[in-house]
C-alpha cells in the first residue's frame, strides 16, 4: 500500500482548504513534509492552491528545499502551463507532475508532457463537486466550473 499526502500551499505555507472557499493557514510546508517522511509516507503531493488563478507556479525554492531534507518521490501541481514549468520543475527536484486547470483548458499538455518526460511524469489532476445528483468538474483550484462533463473527461 502507498500513502501518498497532499500538501496545499499557499504563499510557501501549508493551508487547509475550507469547503473550497476559504483556507486556514496550519504552518511551515517543509517541516509537515519532513514530519511525514519520519511516518513513512510514500510520496507527497505539492499543491500551489491558488497558483491557476494568478498564473503562475510559485514552488520551485519550496521543492530545491524539499530535495534538501526529504527522500522521499514527491508530485508538484498548481498553475503548471508549459513545458517549461515543468522544466523547471524536474531541474529542480520534482518527480512528477500534475494539472487540472490547464489540462482542460488544453487537454494536448498531457500528451505533450508524457512524451518528453515520460507518461509516469504526468497526472491529471481533477477536483469536483457534487450538486444534487450531478458532478461538476471544477478549475482554478476547485472555484470555477468547467462545463465538461465528468465521466466522458
Same mark, same amino acid.
Not at 29 to 45: P, V
Not at 95 to 111: F, G, R, S, V
Not at 145 to 151: I, R, V, Y
Given at each position: 500500500?502507498?500513502?501518498?499526502?497532499?500538501?496545499?500551499?499557499?504563499?510557501?505555507?501549508?493551508?487547509k482548504g475550507v469547503?473550497?472557499?476559504?483556507? +486556514?493557514?496550519?504552518?511551515?510546508?517543509?517541516?509537515?513534509?519532513?514530519k511525514y517522511q519520519?511516518?513513512?509516507?510514500?510520496?507527497?503531493?505539492?499543491?500551489?492552491?491558488?497558483?491557476?488563478?494568478?498564473?503562475?507556479?510559485?514552488?520551485?525554492?519550496?521543492?530545491?528545499?524539499?530535495?534538501?531534507?526529504?527522500?522521499?518521490?514527491?508530485?508538484?501541481?498548481?498553475?503548471?502551463?508549459?513545458?517549461?514549468?515543468?522544466? !523547471?520543475?524536474?531541474?529542480?527536484?520534482?518527480? !512528477?507532475?500534475?494539472?487540472?486547470?490547464?489540462?482542460?483548458?488544453?487537454?494536448?499538455?498531457?500528451?505533450?508532457?508524457?512524451?518528453?518526460?515520460?507518461?509516469?511524469?504526468?497526472?491529471?489532476?481533477?477536483?469536483?463537486? !457534487?450538486?444534487?445528483?450531478?458532478?461538476?468538474? +471544477?478549475?482554478?483550484?476547485?472555484?470555477?466550473?468547467?462545463?465538461?462533463?465528468?465521466? !466522458?473527461?
Amino acid at each position: 500500500m502507498r500513502i501518498i499526502a497532499r500538501l496545499d500551499i499557499k504563499n510557501e505555507k501549508l493551508i487547509k482548504g475550507v469547503m473550497m472557499e476559504g483556507v +486556514r493557514v496550519l504552518g511551515n510546508a517543509s517541516e509537515y513534509a519532513t514530519k511525514y517522511q519520519r511516518m513513512g509516507i510514500s510520496e507527497i503531493f505539492y499543491v500551489d492552491n491558488v497558483a491557476s488563478l494568478y498564473g503562475r507556479n510559485n514552488l520551485v525554492p519550496l521543492i530545491k528545499e524539499h530535495v534538501k531534507n526529504c527522500r522521499i518521490p514527491v508530485t508538484v501541481g498548481g498553475g503548471i502551463s508549459t513545458i517549461d514549468d515543468v522544466y !523547471k520543475l524536474m531541474k529542480v527536484g520534482a518527480d !512528477k507532475i500534475a494539472i487540472n486547470t490547464n489540462a482542460l483548458k488544453n487537454p494536448e499538455i498531457i500528451k505533450n508532457i508524457a512524451n518528453i518526460f515520460g507518461s509516469q511524469a504526468v497526472s491529471v489532476s481533477i477536483q469536483v463537486i !457534487k450538486v444534487g445528483d450531478n458532478y461538476e468538474l +471544477r478549475s482554478h483550484g476547485g472555484r470555477e466550473k468547467s462545463n465538461k462533463d465528468l465521466f !466522458k473527461w
